[in-house]
């Protein structure tokens, strides 16, 4: 482009052991650019910013910052430089407080000690740039992941960061939050920082981003104006495929009818587990997939957890098949016959160190026993079938299932639950950071699964799941059930106004009440 | 976040070992240290050596196996030395004194063998239900009954030293099987029967689980409170049985030393066998390659005219080596 470019990346090639993460891919971001950097997982998206930031050497390329050739040899070094990272999981520290954290290693000083005042006010003043107003003595841990992450800006801006690049800053955002963060990236923006914005949800770039990158198997294979390129488009880029096949792969439509009135497998009402749900009423049939929206702290999670037995409830009633149960914990839920996919593979799903194997019969293992000792014939010819029956990508059943990619690790997950043939899966943001076809795959099995009888609550904070991947979605909002719509009549529109403002009108009765 | 994890991870997969590779690293070192005495040791190829080593390694092998299995569930056994200890107060009282009202017989006899062993075993489980129940840290449970577990034992005797003679512990102390010490086709029964729990058993899958990712294991319905209290009650048995062997030995219980300082040896041999301390993983044949490791090293060192203080910090630079091999092996 012009002189105005900030950063430029040609050429970078990077490879482990032999194997080519990266091969001929560049990039560029001028000041006061908001570029989008998509890729499916594995495309070199990671790799490509770690060169950048200086934790990892690149074997080829050149990159320059500012004008100049650069070559930063540690993150601390592209730090110096004015390249700071935003991670997802934010390298801060949580038991210290905001304005620490702020000031981390440069805390400002008076006769030789920390200034405290300065230090609070001057952290309070760079937040409030931000509209965010806390109490800044107070620990960071303390906060939500947004704040964090303003802190983490903050904490940037006030090294002189001349280029932000924010890897998957929005996957643990509510849409509040979301917009929060969109209005600090327009600040940067305005300020003429660059921004480099990677992220799987393709409706949050079109919002703030002005031009996209895409990256497929380690080359950058388009680079154009945000406005100039349709949804389909990039979706076809990233997977390489025409834009027919695109279309085929089931972007829309979703016009199953709803089943006709199957048996009722799961009624609940009146739910409440102090402090995150209060009242929820929620019902799902065989065969059906149920959506469960709102925004981030609605208490959908704390609901699943309730009626899974992992947590109690005080008070309400559930019930399986017809028959109230109380389930006293975990295992006496998965004996009625449900399964439970945290939202949260890394901490509460998988065991990393553990084979594919074990993994995918956790569950069902007590079953695969005899006296005692895992009937390993059984066990094999099982997770072979499901892993063929999911189509789940691995060099073999042996391997430790951290070495999969993050879809196949949810598919493993999946059916870790499917080999117990449940009648009720609560599936809490099954496709979060998974790329997009191994989403598409996901969603696409999660129907074929309804389509047979297995009945489905599915949490998701994208509205385009729930309005085309759900037979009726139950809105949830500060732990109240506030509405609930059918598959007709579940806009986004009308899911968002129930999120953010309770009830709609006309006022829709709770299912199942 | 997952997108992060997938691109280390593909290289990863590439510098990783195998296992066999990674129990290779501390075979090799077995094996060198082997090659080391033949070449440098007088008299170490004979069927003496070979015992006296295997003797004195015995009772660390078999609490060893105990904390493998512990530190596999992300826990760590302090208490194994005052179980010990223990168990070893408690026999000569059953057997010579008469303490459960039956005098020197054949019933006198196994009920030395069996209650040590089981008291040893109810106090491991107590330690499990402190993990499992109040979610106490197990270094901070196990560390109660560290304390308290050698007091309990010198009050029984009132700390004084315990003289016997019994032939049935003289036998596990001293007897052999076809040429083979008793109590080391103990240690080998014990070692075969854990490798077999642990691969084989849903038992071993759950431990593992539990120590891998244990919000998980609840999630999947696995009985993770119960798994805890089972694994320190194995614990404790071994120690228990532990105990027994070092006064059968000796022919003498002294409260204020029988498995004086077993839980750091312990500890070191599964570290230096290769069981990462943060769990989800156990391998006892390598906590029985590292606990020979340690032996032969200490055998060597003395044969050589080293004091046995000199010994204790080649012990520890060695613990030091194997734990750095650890770290690197897992750095991303």
Same mark, same amino acid.
């Given at each position: ?7 430029? #990346?040609?050429? &970078? ?91 981390? !290693? ?46 983490? &800006? ?64 380690? #080359? ?173 990508? $691995? ?24 080999? $117990? ?11 979060? !950071? ?22 489905? $609550? ?56 | ?169 003289? +036998? ?85 030393? +029988? ?12 570290? +230096? ?60």
């Amino acid at each position: 482009m012009t002189d105005d470019i900030l950063l430029s #990346m040609t050429g &970078i090639a990077k490879s482990f052991s032999g194997v080519a993460a990266l091969k001929e891919a560049s990039l560029t971001v001028a000041r006061g650019e908001v570029l989008a950097l998509i890729g499916q997982n594995g495309a070199g998206k990671s790799t490509l910013i770690k060169v950048l930031t200086g934790a990892l050497m690149r074997d080829r390329g050149i990159v320059r910052f500012e004008g100049a050739p650069v070559a930063f040899r540690t993150p601390h070094e592209a730090q110096a430089g004015g390249i700071a990272t935003i991670y997802q999981e934010i390298n801060l520290v949580p038991l210290r407080s905001v304005a620490e954290n702020i000031f981390l !290693g440069r805390e400002p000083r008076r006769w030789g000690l920390i200034d405290w005042r300065r230090m609070h006010s001057q952290a309070a003043e760079l937040l409030a740039q931000f509209d965010v107003h806390v109490d800044v003595r107070q620990p960071l841990g303390q906060f939500n992941t947004a704040t964090q992450q303003m802190v983490a &800006i903050a904490r940037a801006l006030d090294q002189q960061a001349r280029l932000v690049v924010m890897d998957e800053p929005t996957s643990s955002l509510d849409d509040r939050e979301v917009a929060l963060l969109f209005d600090v990236i327009r600040s940067l923006k305005a300020r003429g920082i660059g921004v480099i914005f990677v992220s799987h949800r393709l409706d949050e770039l079109y919002a703030v981003c002005d031009r996209v990158t895409v990256m497929r198997d380690g #080359m950058t294979v388009a680079d154009q104006p945000m406005a100039s390129i349709g949804k389909l488009e990039l979706v076809a880029a990233m997977l390489g495929r025409s834009l027919e096949e695109v279309r085929a792969f089931g972007a829309t439509g979703f016009d199953e009818d709803v089943p006709a009135r199957a048996a009722k497998l799961l009624e609940v009402s009146g739910l409440r587990s102090a402090p995150r749900v209060a009242s929820v009423d929620l019902d799902v049939h065989a065969g059906e997939i149920v959506g469960l929206a709102g925004l981030l702290g609605s208490g959908r999670t704390e609901t699943a957890r309730v009626i899974f037995g992992a947590d109690r409830a005080q008070a309400g009633t559930i019930r399986i098949g017809g028959d109230e149960v109380r389930f006293a914990g975990v295992a006496d839920a998965i004996r009625a016959g449900l399964g439970f996919c945290s939202e949260d593979r890394k901490t509460e799903g998988i065991v990393p160190d553990m084979s594919v194997r074990d993994n995918l019969t956790l569950a069902l293992m007590p079953q695969l026993t005899r006296h005692g000792v895992i009937d390993q014939a059984r066990q094999r010819a099982i997770v072979d079938r499901l892993i063929q029956r999911l189509g789940i990508r $691995l060099a073999s059943p042996d391997q430790k299932i951290r070495e999969l990619s993050g879809g196949n690790q949810q598919k493993v997950l999946l059916a870790r639950w499917l080999c $117990l043939a449940p009648k009720l899966l609560i599936l809490d943001e099954p496709t979060r !950071g998974i790329d997009v076809a191994a989403k598409a795959e996901i969603q696409g099995l999660i129907r074929e699964l309804a389509r047979d009888g297995l009945g489905v $609550l599915m949490i998701s904070s994208e509205l385009e799941e729930l309005t085309e991947g759900c037979h009726r979605v139950s809105v949830l909002r500060d732990g109240r059930s506030v509405a609930a719509f059918d598959h007709a009549q579940a806009s986004e529109h009308a899911i968002m106004t129930a999120m953010a403002h309770g009830p709609v009108e006309p006022a829709v009765s709770h299912a199942g009440a | 976040m997952p997108e992060l994890e997938i691109v280390t991870s593909r290289p990863r997969a590439r510098w990783t070992l195998p296992r066999w590779q990674t129990l290779g690293g501390t075979a090799l070192s077995l094996g060198l240290l082997l090659l080391f005495n033949l070449v440098a040791t007088p008299h170490f190829v004979s069927l003496q050596t070979l015992y006296v080593n295997l003797t004195q390694v015995t009772t660390i092998v078999i609490v060893a196996v105990g904390m493998t299995m512990v530190i596999a569930t992300g826990g760590i056994d302090l208490s194994v030395g005052s179980l010990m200890a223990i168990s070893g107060a408690l026999a000569p009282l059953i057997f010579a004194r008469g303490l459960l009202g039956v005098g020197p017989a054949p019933l006198a006899d196994a009920l030395a063998f069996l209650v040590p062993v089981l008291v040893a075993m109810l106090f491991g489980a107590f330690n499990g239900w402190l993990v499992a129940r109040f979610r106490i840290q197990p270094i901070v449970a196990t560390l109660v009954l560290f304390i308290a577990g050698r007091g309990i034992a010198q009050v029984m005797t009132n700390g004084n030293l315990q003289a016997f003679h019994n032939d049935a512990f003289h +036998v596990l102390g001293l007897g052999r099987v076809l040429g083979v010490p008793v109590q080391v086709w103990l240690m080998a029964a014990i070692v075969g029967v854990a490798t077999w729990v642990v691969g084989r058993t849903l038992y071993g899958r759950q431990l593992l689980a539990v120590g891998g990712n244990e919000a998980a294991a609840r999630l999947a319905g696995l009985p993770v409170g119960r798994i805890k209290i089972l694994v320190y009650a194995v614990s404790g048995l071994l120690s228990g049985i532990a105990g027994l062997i070092v006064i059968a030995i000796n022919s003498s219980s002294d409260a204020n030393l +029988v498995g004086l300082g077993m839980e750091l040896d312990a500890i070191a041999a599964v570290a +230096v066998g290769g069981t990462a301390l943060t769990g989800g993983r156990a391998s006892i044949v390598g906590t029985l390659l590292g606990a020979l490791i340690i032996q032969l090293l200490r055998y060597t060192l003395l044969s050589h005219g080293i004091p046995d203080a000199a010994a204790l910090v080649v012990k520890a630079a060695v613990i030091l080596a194997a734990v750095y091999v650890q770290q690197v092996r897992r750095a991303p």
